[in-house]
């Protein structure tokens, strides 16, 4: 990925279509994610990429080209998402995603897991969980610092388990 951003950086746009198709599914997965809708995420995609190509060259290291995309996603969805609660004045609603058949099963369970968290920490859970990032790339992505996101993590997991523990328990007196 590094040679590729190289390249973009030097002005080869097959180069950069290039980067953008290997984060095509973390950009939708995040968009979606934040936003709960498709075509706000489209949208959000769209001016991402459009950002990034007028600002490639102020990417510094090109092994963080990924983080420093989806830093740019989460700039553009946050930018949306506050235009539409201003506009409808609508508290945020975390929507169900459609997933590909094969995979339908595990993002579903996944997303309630997602809805069933605080807010705060829904986002973080996406990146860590769902797209593989390193609690330090989550801190730079969302400006904060590292042990924020561990501990969000980690009030998270707890939040989980013990929701997990009270399902158990309704299911118990049901039987």
Request: glycine residues 10%.
């Given at each position: 990925m590094?040679?590729?951003v190289?390249?973009?950086?030097?002005?080869?746009?097959?180069?950069?279509?290039s980067l953008v198709e290997n984060c095509?599914?973390?950009?939708k997965r995040v968009a979606?994610?934040?936003?709960?809708n498709e075509e706000d995420a489209a949208d959000a995609i769209q001016d991402t990429i459009l950002s990034a190509y007028e600002h490639l060259s102020r990417l510094k290291r090109p092994d963080y080209f990924k983080t420093w995309l989806v830093r740019i996603l989460i700039n553009h969805c946050t930018k949306i998402w506050r235009f539409n609660k201003k506009r409808s004045g609508i508290e945020e609603e975390w929507i169900e995603v459609p997933a590909e058949p094969d995979r339908a099963k595990a993002d579903v369970e996944f997303r309630q897991l997602l809805n069933s968290l605080p807010?705060?920490?829904r986002i973080i859970f996406q990146l860590y969980f769902g797209e593989q990032f390193t609690t330090k790339e989550i801190a730079?992505?969302?400006?904060m610092k590292e042990n924020t996101v561990k501990s969000r993590i980690h009030r998270g997991k707890e939040h989980l388990r013990l929701e997990l523990i009270q399902e158990k328990g309704r299911e118990k007196s049901e039987a």
């Open positions: 590094e040679e590729l190289k390249k973009a950086k030097r002005g080869d746009a097959e180069a950069f279509i095509k599914e973390t950009l979606l994610g934040y936003l709960g807010k705060e920490s730079d992505i969302l400006k």
